[in-house]
């Protein structure tokens, strides 16, 4: 087998050392970026006066003739591809004869790949933006239907508060907001362009590299050659976007998981996105959101184990490099596959509003009952006192807070009045809060307005 770099060598490499070696398995899914990563260097060349026009047109019409191959899924690799640089180079070769040689030109595969690599990343980062806005676009759908249903808000897992689904509902939005911002922000870090960057040094060939980033839809030329080959906080920076957005997923996963149990029943998923269990008949399990939670570890995995191997490597290009793509493909691929699932399994679920309503009891207004002695001039941490005697009163006698006599409320503060039952209306004490983020129904219908830029 012909090697590309075989030049220097009398002896035949270890073919164990050659399988380690070929990044070609996973480096072939950035196909398409090489063929066109090379023809706007051929361009380049052809500008830069380095080939002849009939050198420019055979290598281009190559070049073409090769993308129209891979894309029609008939490009057959062979065993001396060594990577998808070399499997191009060789088939152009095969396609046009020698001229193919020139090519490669001022060029190096170090400036090649992360080019490649950043092109299949601009092409990744909108696909992952709008598989997420579809979910947005379920937790939104699942906010508006909730209307002004109430729900218990925990903190601790304790019941604390009670506050409007729907504002739940939104809270697992805003987080994948930011995750859209984050990987936006990304895109202008990883629209630079290595080529024309050579191995490490830069390359002779007099390119005009701003006018080359321009042509392949990059914003800007790399400004250091050295920098140019060796960065990858780009993918470092996309692996913890991608590990943001399942942490982000898991936290809403264990939410559902918890919340579909009998134990909670505040939601059912529909039959289409559980699984049953091959032994017990009742069961209705949340697999899907079960492996949301357990795939976001696995990418957390591929952000930690990536960024400890671009640790204390020498300048410039070192092979190790060559791991950066596979995480990256998987971390894409796992939220590719978890994305589409669990927005179906949020636009399919039901939500258990009357189970929710009767899961607040008057406790949780216990903060209400404070507040509501604070309006009657009393300083809050007097009050907050008073409220907890009130909650020790009541547990005592095994009965609600609004279950309690006046005459009790009266002997634990004089304050108190008739009127005090009111606080125990849980929409009274949800309307309440209505400062911009609170849980009111008009603040929840601004969060809407603002998602829908209203
Ligand atoms: N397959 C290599 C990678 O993914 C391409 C660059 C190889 N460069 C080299 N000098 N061996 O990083």
């Known amino acids: 087998?012909?090697?590309?770099?075989?030049?220097?060598?009398?002896?035949?490499?270890?073919?164990?050392?050659?399988?380690?070696?070929?990044?070609?398995?996973?480096?072939?899914?950035?196909?398409?970026?090489?063929?066109?990563?090379?023809?706007?260097?051929?361009?380049?060349?052809?500008?830069?006066?380095?080939?002849?026009?009939?050198?420019?047109?055979?290598?281009?019409?190559?070049?073409?003739?090769?993308?129209?191959?891979?894309?029609?899924?008939?490009?057959s690799f062979v065993p001396s591809d060594e990577d998808i640089h070399t499997a191009v180079e060789r088939r152009l070769t095969e396609l046009i004869g020698p001229t193919a040689g020139k090519l490669h030109t001022g060029r190096s595969r170090n400036n090649q790949v992360t080019t490649d690599f950043r092109l299949w990343m601009l092409g990744a980062i909108p696909a992952l933006d709008s598989a997420l806005l579809n979910f947005q676009a379920a937790l939104v759908e699942q906010a508006e239907l909730a209307g002004e249903a109430l729900m218990p808000g925990y903190t601790h897992l304790q019941r604390a508060q009670p506050i409007l689904l729907a504002h739940w509902w939104l809270s697992h939005y805003w987080p994948l907001q930011r995750d859209r911002t984050r990987l936006k922000d990304l895109i202008v870090r990883v629209s630079v362009l290595p080529l024309g960057c050579g191995a490490l040094a830069g390359t002779p060939v007099p390119v005009d590299r701003t006018a080359l980033a321009v042509s392949l839809g990059f914003a800007e030329a790399s400004p250091n050659s050295l920098d140019a080959v060796s960065d990858r906080d780009f993918a470092a920076e996309f692996l913890f976007c991608a590990s943001m957005i399942g942490i982000h997923l898991s936290k809403l996963a264990e939410q559902i998981i918890l919340f579909t149990s009998t134990e909670f029943g505040f939601f059912e998923l529909s039959d289409a996105?559980?699984?049953?269990?091959?032994?017990?008949?009742?069961?209705?399990?949340?697999?899907?959101?079960?492996?949301?939670?357990?795939?976001?570890?696995?990418?957390?995995?591929?952000?930690?184990?990536?960024?400890?191997?671009?640790?204390?490597?020498?300048?410039?290009?070192?092979?190790?490099?060559?791991?950066?793509?596979?995480?990256?493909?998987?971390?894409?691929?796992?939220?590719?596959?978890?994305?589409?699932?669990?927005?179906?399994?949020?636009?399919?679920?039901?939500?258990?509003?009357?189970?929710?309503?009767?899961?607040?009891?008057?406790?949780?207004?216990?903060?209400?009952?404070?507040?509501?002695?604070?309006?009657?001039?009393?300083?809050?941490?007097?009050?907050?006192?008073?409220?907890?005697?009130?909650?020790?009163?009541?547990?005592?006698?095994?009965?609600?807070?609004?279950?309690?006599?006046?005459?009790?409320?009266?002997?634990?503060?004089?304050?108190?009045?008739?009127?005090?039952?009111?606080?125990?209306?849980?929409?009274?004490?949800?309307?309440?809060?209505?400062?911009?983020?609170?849980?009111?129904?008009?603040?929840?219908?601004?969060?809407?307005?603002?998602?829908?830029?209203?």
């Not at 072939?28 to 006066?49: E, F, P, Y």
């Open 273 to 454: 996105f559980s699984t049953g269990s091959s032994l017990m008949p009742q069961k209705k399990n949340p697999d899907v959101f079960e492996l949301t939670r357990g795939k976001s570890g696995t990418l957390l995995g591929l952000l930690t184990g990536f960024i400890v191997t671009l640790k204390g490597l020498p300048s410039t290009y070192d092979k190790d490099l060559q791991e950066d793509k596979a995480p990256v493909f998987t971390a894409t691929d796992t939220l590719l596959t978890i994305l589409p699932v669990i927005t179906g399994a949020l636009r399919t679920i039901t939500a258990k509003l009357e189970r929710m309503r009767t899961a607040i009891d008057s406790f949780m207004m216990a903060t209400d009952l404070a507040d509501y002695l604070v309006t009657k001039g009393i300083p809050f941490r007097e009050t907050h006192t008073i409220a907890g005697n009130a909650v020790r009163a009541a547990g005592e006698k095994k009965i609600g807070l609004d279950e309690m006599p006046l005459e009790v409320y009266q002997a634990l503060s004089p304050a108190f009045e008739a009127d005090v039952y009111q606080v125990f209306d849980p929409m009274r004490s949800v309307e309440k809060r209505n400062a911009i983020g609170g849980t009111s129904p008009q603040s929840v219908k601004n969060q809407i307005k603002q998602i829908k830029g209203e």
């Open 1 to 75: 087998m012909t090697i590309l770099w075989g030049g220097r060598f009398a002896q035949k490499f270890d073919t164990a050392a050659w399988d380690l070696n070929s990044s070609l398995p996973v480096d072939q899914r950035m196909a398409i970026q090489d063929v066109d990563g090379s023809l706007a260097w051929v361009n380049a060349l052809h500008k830069a006066n380095i080939l002849l026009d009939e050198e420019h047109t055979s290598i281009a019409l190559g070049l073409a003739a090769i993308k129209e191959e891979f894309s029609s899924g008939q490009f």
